[in-house]
């Protein structure tokens, strides 16, 4: 037991590569035990996650140097400085890993029935875990040039994996995306270039350490969070977000949700971590502040007229990051003041507590609107009407989505909302204030969409979607029932560690050593 | 002034391929600007690495006149030159990813202009 906690931060990177490249050579052999192996690597790399994640809480942060024979030993004994890769997991960093573990989990099982057999759903099953490689590599990495590594395999694979359906509208999103994502990685290079010129150091700790906060590293952090924001969906740049949304297969949606999200994670970890508290706190808080409020305004009005179902729910995923954004932001308004510790960590705990909840929810949702699209072949909501008569477990999980994510209680979206409207508000009222609008608007399009696609008249002859799709949708179903009915305990063991790491930046700095 | 010209390449080759992806309409031309941009990276990893006069970072085979002691000034920085080759590698899987949606696109659109394809904006 020992031994796989200490190798589980390599483990869980090294199994799903593995399994990824083997994936095609059992896809020769048989298509069942394709599926099954498929399944199986999810769920173990779910358990390891979950046991890495006790174990952290418990002992705190993992450190683990590829290569060395004493893999916790992170600086060799002939160097000064860790030369090495380092993996370096803190609380934030498994919070990170489970969301992602968790989404690709049941977007596996989803996609047993949803992907139809002879359109190669081998090389499906191949370049799902592709993603979830990169997701886990972004979160566990102690590496800046391993971030842009595992950024890249993520893009790539995601990429390929929107423009499953061979359409026309699906590779225009595919290439949107790319460019996108190409841009934003090569200006993450650019600025670990300026960083390997500066200080001749890779290791995002003992970067950290020599900081200097010259002009150059100005540059390289304006490159840094424009490029993780390009990602994350946040609004100047967010225009790649529903063309790219809409055309992937739903349960892709629901995992590019998750790999959005560790970009975002990405972006937390530059400011709090890399610069911390050497950075312009005001101003960069300010910031993330100001593209939270857009995101958060832009994404649910733009969302209110439209007629495709799953670009509407795309809209709705630009207005849930900026929630997020505005929590955290705010707690980096106010790191380092005395404020901090008494508003300021509860706004952070709203933000970071906000993002596993959107991924469960937003995923859910996603994978109704996937359950409809199976059954009628449109995303038209015009085209849609009476489905309640005859799916009635997907428009149950539909309803469950759609107050969670408009924060009513009991389901999860309350709880975070909660603790973000009352810690901002401490800041300014004003901030608040547009959050809960943008709560109500949020309700007002989700009515829409449940009254337009689900009541009326029976229209459609349809039956319920397969038991392993309704599987997939149910352990999501899950896991909002649990956190909005125990969210003290989750905010107590999970998101309160995982702000602490965040805020604590001399930790991450220690545990390296040296 | 002679060993910045480099990093003026650099800038000269970023902000060319910025302004092709962000102004061309043609989309061979967007991946094309995207691949100068990359160049441009590269390019600058490189100079980084550089010392005038510099040998192969090969430890076992250092010519005989170089003594152990002068390694740190005369040997180029390999690290640099790993992340280049890493960079290079994967700027190749992504511009044929590029172009294989290029090419779909292609196909079920009839053409590259970028003002065209846009069926997703309703």
Same mark, same amino acid.
């Given at each position: 037991m020992n031994w796989l906690i200490t190798h589980s931060p390599a483990l869980l990177i090294l199994l799903p590569l593995l399994a990824a490249f083997l994936m095609p050579i059992i896809d020769k052999i048989n298509k069942k035990a394709r599926n099954i192996f498929a399944i199986l690597i999810f769920i173990i790399v779910e358990i390891l996650v979950i046991i890495l994640a006790f174990d952290i809480i418990k002992n705190g942060m993992h450190v683990y140097a590829i =290569?060395? /024979?004493?893999?916790?030993? &992170?600086?060799?004994?002939?160097?000064?400085?860790?030369?090495r890769i380092v993996l370096q997991i803190d609380a934030m960093g498994i919070f990170m890993g489970l969301i992602s573990a968790t989404v690709c989990l049941a977007a596996s099982l989803y996609s047993l029935a949803y992907i139809e057999e002879g359109k190669g759903k081998g090389k499906f099953y191949t370049l799902l875990l592709l993603i979830l490689v990169g997701m886990l590599g972004m979160e566990f990495t102690g590496d800046i040039f391993n971030l842009f590594v595992f950024y890249e395999i993520l893009s790539i694979a995601s990429a390929a994996l929107i423009a499953y359906s061979r359409k026309g509208e699906a590779s225009e999103g595919a290439f949107k995306f790319l460019v996108i994502s190409s841009i934003s990685a090569l200006f993450i290079l650019f600025s670990v270039a300026l960083f390997y010129g500066q200080y001749d150091l890779l290791n995002i700790a003992a970067l950290a350490k020599n900081m200097k906060y010259t002009h150059l590293d100005k540059i390289a952090l304006a490159l840094l969070v424009s490029a993780f924001a390009m990602k994350c969906g946040?609004?100047? *740049?967010? !225009?790649w977000c529903p063309d790219a949304y809409s055309v992937a297969p739903s349960s892709i949606t629901a995992t590019l949700v998750a790999g959005s999200q560790a970009s975002l994670y990405a972006l937390f970890r530059v400011c709090f971590t890399l610069y911390g508290v050497k950075l312009d706190l005001q101003l960069i808080g300010g910031a993330l502040i100001i593209f939270g409020l857009l995101s958060m305004f832009v994404g649910v009005t733009m969302a209110i007229?439209?007629?495709d179902i799953k670009r509407l729910m795309a809209y709705h995923a630009i207005s849930q990051t900026g929630y997020m954004l505005l929590g955290v932001g705010a707690g980096l308004y106010l790191? =380092?003041?005395?404020e901090f510790d008494s508003y300021g960590i509860r706004a952070m705990e709203g933000g970071i507590f906000h993002i596993i909840n959107h991924a469960m929810y937003k995923g859910l949702l996603f994978l109704t609107a996937g359950a409809i699209f199976y059954r009628l /072949? &449109?995303?038209?909501?015009?085209? *849609? @009407? @009476?489905?309640a008569h005859k799916m009635k477990y997907t428009s149950i999980f539909f309803i469950i989505g759609a107050l969670a994510i408009a924060g009513?209680?009991?389901?999860n979206g309350f709880a975070s909302k909660l603790i973000i409207y009352e810690s901002v508000y401490k800041i300014s009222p004003i901030l608040s204030i547009i959050a809960m609008l943008v709560s109500i608007l949020t309700l007002a399009s989700f009515v829409k969409v449940f009254h337009s696609a !689900? *009541? =009326?008249? /029976?229209i459609h002859d349809v039956e319920e979607v397969p038991k392993s799709m309704l599987i997939g949708m149910c352990v999501l179903t899950f896991v909002i029932i649990f956190f909005g009915l125990f969210p003290g305990f989750i905010v107590n063991n999970l998101v309160h560690p995982a702000a602490m790491a965040l805020a604590e930046q001399a930790k991450y700095l220690q545990a390296i050593g040296g | 002034m002679i060993y910045n010209i480099p990093f003026f390449t650099v800038i000269a080759l970023i902000a060319i391929g910025m302004y092709a992806v962000i102004f061309k309409r043609n989309l061979i031309k967007i991946a094309i600007g995207i691949s100068i941009i990359e160049s441009g990276v590269n390019l600058f990893l490189i100079t980084l690495g550089y010392r005038e006069g510099g040998i192969a970072p090969i430890f076992t085979n250092l010519?005989?006149?170089? $003594?152990?002691?002068d390694i740190p000034e005369k040997m180029v920085m390999p690290v640099p030159q790993a992340l280049t080759l890493t960079s290079i590698v994967i700027g190749v899987a992504v511009l044929a990813l590029i172009l294989a949606f290029i090419m779909r696109i292609y196909k079920e659109?009839? $053409?590259?202009?970028a003002r065209e394809v846009r069926r997703l904006r309703e």
């Open positions: =290569g060395e /024979k004493n893999p916790l030993q &992170t600086i060799p004994s002939q160097a000064a400085v860790p030369i946040s609004v100047p *740049m967010h !225009f007229p439209q007629k790191l =380092g003041k005395p /072949k &449109t995303r038209n909501l015009n085209e *849609m @009407g @009476g489905l009513v209680p009991p389901f !689900f *009541m =009326g008249p /029976k | 010519p005989p006149d170089i $003594t152990p002691a659109y009839g $053409t590259l202009d």
